[in-house]
């Protein structure tokens, strides 16, 4: 598999923010988002084999793992094949996915969190919608909000979708493109079923660090 980086921090996001947690981040992407902020992922990492990531990750001493990208589901059968491997060994495994591959056939033991793309990251007409159908209640949907039209149309989508009765839904406020405290206000006002969620990483750490 082609692996651009492996490193441990404090998990950032979703309800594991705060957690230590090892990563495993894949290389390449088959979306450009206006605010992604991975983009070295696209096209920088090393082939590795499976059980040499699985190794990497033993070292590092932490039972959270979160399998991430770039885009994970480009590889796929890799994929498919470490989270088994963790899972097996009694890890507790995330994979974060931007929601455009099929994630019917994931393993039921992890946890998925599709990151669904807002008209704001230029690619909300990526999305495969079909893939609400498959969230369990352990999943988490994560919507990165840029501006008042993105939050709009994201309480669209959960209402629409029922999303709030399935899974987790996350609403994050795009760093440095919305005020956090602008959306909290929203959702507040709303009264929406939703779980505000910050990028912790990017306060403790520098916004444009990378490997943490």
């Given at each position: 598999m082609k692996v651009c980086e492996i490193f441990t921090?404090?998990?950032?996001?979703?309800?594991?923010?705060?957690?230590?947690c090892v990563f495993v981040r894949l290389s390449g992407c088959n979306l450009r988002c206006t605010y992604c902020d991975t983009?070295?992922?696209?096209?920088?990492?090393?082939?590795?084999?499976?059980?040499?990531?699985?190794?990497?990750?033993?070292?590092?001493g932490r039972r959270l793992v979160e399998i991430t990208g770039g885009e994970p589901l480009l590889q796929k059968d890799d994929t498919d094949q470490l989270s088994r491997m963790l899972l097996d060994a009694g890890y507790a495994v995330l994979i974060e996915t931007n929601g455009t591959f099929p994630i019917g056939a994931i393993d039921r033991r992890v946890t998925v969190i599709i990151d669904v793309k807002?008209?704001?990251?230029?690619?909300?007409?990526?999305?495969?919608?079909?893939?609400?159908?498959h969230l369990k209640?352990?999943?988490?949907?994560k919507f990165v909000i840029c501006d008042r039209n993105d939050y709009l149309w994201a309480k669209?989508?959960?209402?629409?979708?029922?999303?709030?009765?399935?899974?987790?839904?996350?609403f994050s406020p795009a760093f440095g493109l919305l005020e956090p405290r602008k959306l909290a206000e929203w959702i507040l006002e709303d009264r929406i079923n939703v779980r505000f969620n910050l990028q912790l990483h990017k306060y403790i750490f520098r916004p444009d660090e990378r490997m943490v």
């Open positions: 921090s404090i998990q950032g996001e979703s309800t594991y923010a705060g957690i230590p983009r070295y992922s696209y096209e920088e990492g090393e082939k590795l084999a499976v059980d040499d990531v699985m190794k990497r990750v033993e070292q590092a807002t008209p704001g990251s230029g690619m909300s007409e990526r999305i495969d919608v079909t893939n609400f159908e209640t352990t999943d988490e949907v669209n989508i959960i209402e629409k979708r029922g999303l709030s009765g399935r899974c987790t839904v996350l």
